[in-house]
């Protein structure tokens, strides 16, 4: 059984820093892309961020770009957002994502993932 989990979120100030991680387990987390998706109040949920399986490739949304980063450690079959600058429009529960194919390049689009952790809320304070 495949399991995300992120950690991470909280309470923080704009201008402040989170970071963010999402443990996988129950399948070979090196070989598959992850990504990172938000969705706030009222809206849809958005891609923010996005890795290879090899750690290589990366992509963000623009809204992001310059201010968070993603990465990942194979070993601890981790992946990581760190989000510095935070603005009160970055709030919004973040959700971790692994790809359905392995072997692939960073993607945006949700339905290149099928699996998904159970969110974490970040909330930032103006």
């Known amino acids: 059984q495949v399991q995300l989990v992120e950690s991470g979120g909280g309470l923080v100030q704009a201008g402040g820093s989170l970071r963010l991680s999402c443990v996988v387990s129950g399948r070979t987390f090196s070989n598959y892309g992850m990504g990172w998706f938000r969705q706030a109040p009222g809206k849809e949920r958005d891609f923010v961020a996005a890795v290879s399986w090899s750690g290589a490739d990366t992509s963000y949304a623009d809204s992001v770009k310059g201010r968070f980063t993603i990465s990942r450690d194979n070993v601890k079959n981790t992946v990581y957002l760190q989000m510095n600058s935070l603005k009160p429009e970055d709030t919004a529960v973040y959700y971790c994502?692994?790809?359905?194919?392995?072997?692939?390049?960073?993607?945006?689009?949700?339905?290149?993932?099928?699996?998904w952790g159970q969110g974490t809320q970040v909330t930032v304070s103006s």
């Open positions: 994502a692994m790809r359905n194919d392995p072997y692939t390049r960073s993607n945006r689009y949700e339905y290149e993932y099928n699996y």
